[in-house]
């Protein structure tokens, strides 16, 4: 049985910084956008607040994730937890 063998340098390939500066300057030039258009339309949008807020709650509710309760996979083996709330 032979144990001579290669061992061959393996480095993770390390992200590449220009792809990460491009999202940044595509999400500031976003932002910049925004901030203008809502400048120039401002009477537009303020008339939409109302609509927009209750549009904000099922928004929420579908995003939230809900994993965020505490409580979730903690189960002590050694107490009972019923869902009898009579009991």
Do not use: Q
């Amino acid at each position: 049985m032979s144990t001579d063998h290669v061992h061959t340098s393996t480095t993770s390939p390390v992200p590449a910084r220009p792809a990460r500066a491009l999202w940044v300057a595509a999400a500031m030039t976003a932002l910049i956008a925004a901030f203008f258009l809502l400048r120039e339309h401002w009477g537009h949008v303020a008339g939409y607040w109302p609509y927009l807020l209750l549009l904000a709650c099922p928004v929420m509710h579908l995003f939230h994730g809900h994993g965020g309760h505490g409580h979730h996979g903690h189960y002590d083996a050694g107490t009972d937890r019923s869902t009898n709330r009579d009991a």
